[in-house]
T-cell receptor, first 113, second 113 residues
Framework: KQEVTQIPAALSVPEGENLVLNCSFT??????LQWFRQDPGKGLTSLLL?????REQTSGRLNASLDKSSGRSTLYIAASQPGDSATYLC????????????FGKGTKLSVKP | GAVVSQHPSWVICKSGTSVKIECRSL??????MFWYRQFPKQSLMLMAT?????????EQGVEKDKFLINHASLTLSTLTVTSAHPEDSSFYIC?????????FGPGTRLTVL
C-alpha cells in the first residue's frame, strides 16, 4: 500500500529557529513530490514541487530535498517567523503525470514570537 | 479518520459537453469544501472554496461561470465543468473540513477529447 507519513505531527518553535519537517513514502517509484502549506480554514498553497529526477528545490527561506531511493523528503525552513505558523502537507504522485496524489497528514507548525 | 469520496474517479468526454463531479464527506459534516486541480507536471492549485449554503469563492483566474460549484448540503459539493474543452483536462481533487482537520478525496481524472 502506498502511504505517506509526516513526522512530527506537530511542532512548536521560537521565532528565528531553523527547522526541518520530514516526509516518508512507502513506494519509492514516485513521479513527483510536493510540499503544501495550509492555514486554518483555508485551502492548500503549493510551496515546492520536486520531480523524481531532482534532488532539491528552493524558494526563499524554504528548501525541500528528495531522496527517492530511501523514500524520504525534508522541508527545511530557515529563520522561522510567526507567519510561518500553519500545517505543512507533503504529497506524492505515482503513475506519471496522470497519476493520483497521496497526501501525508501534515505537520502543524507553531512559531512563537 | 474521516472519509471523503469523489465520483467519478475518472471521466472521458467530448469537447463541448458538461461534466459534473461530486465530492462527499461520508461520516462527518463539512462546513467547507475546497476544489483543486492539477495539470501535468504542475502543482495542485486551489480553484475555489465552497461553504454550505452560500456562493463559492473562486481563486483569481478561475472562471466561475465555467466551473459551477454547488454546496447544497453539509455532506455534498458538486463541481460542474460546463462546455468542457481539451484544455480543461486535468486532475480535480476536493477536500472537506470539519474546521479541525481537512480530508481529501481521491481525485477525478477528467479527459476532454
Amino acid at each position: 500500500k502506498q502511504e505517506v507519513t509526516q513526522i512530527p505531527a506537530a511542532l512548536s518553535v521560537p521565532e528565528g529557529e531553523n527547522l526541518v519537517l520530514n516526509c516518508s513514502f512507502t513506494d519509492s517509484a514516485i513521479y513527483n513530490l510536493q510540499w503544501f502549506r495550509q492555514d486554518p480554514g483555508k485551502g492548500l498553497t503549493s510551496l515546492l514541487l520536486i520531480q523524481s529526477s531532482q534532488r532539491e528545490q528552493t524558494s526563499g527561506r524554504l528548501n525541500a530535498s528528495l531522496d527517492k531511493s530511501s523514500g524520504r523528503s525534508t522541508l527545511y525552513i530557515a529563520a522561522s517567523q510567526p507567519g510561518d505558523s500553519a500545517t505543512y502537507l507533503c504529497a506524492v504522485t505515482y503513475g506519471g503525470s496522470q497519476g493520483n496524489l497521496i497526501f501525508g497528514k501534515g505537520t502543524k507548525l507553531s512559531v512563537k514570537p | 479518520g474521516a472519509v471523503v469520496s469523489q465520483h467519478p474517479s475518472w471521466v472521458i468526454c467530448k469537447s463541448g459537453t458538461s461534466v459534473k463531479i461530486e465530492c462527499r464527506s461520508l461520516d462527518f459534516q463539512a462546513t467547507t469544501m475546497f476544489w483543486y486541480r492539477q495539470f501535468p507536471k504542475q502543482s495542485l492549485m486551489l480553484m475555489a472554496t465552497s461553504n454550505e449554503g452560500s456562493k463559492a469563492t473562486y481563486e483569481q483566474g478561475v472562471e466561475k461561470d465555467k466551473f459551477l460549484i454547488n454546496h447544497a448540503s453539509l455532506t455534498l459539493s458538486t463541481l460542474t465543468v460546463t462546455s468542457a474543452h481539451p484544455e480543461d483536462s486535468s486532475f480535480y481533487i476536493c477536500s472537506a473540513t470539519n474546521s479541525n482537520e481537512q480530508f481529501f478525496g481521491p481525485g477525478t481524472r477528467l479527459t476532454v477529447l
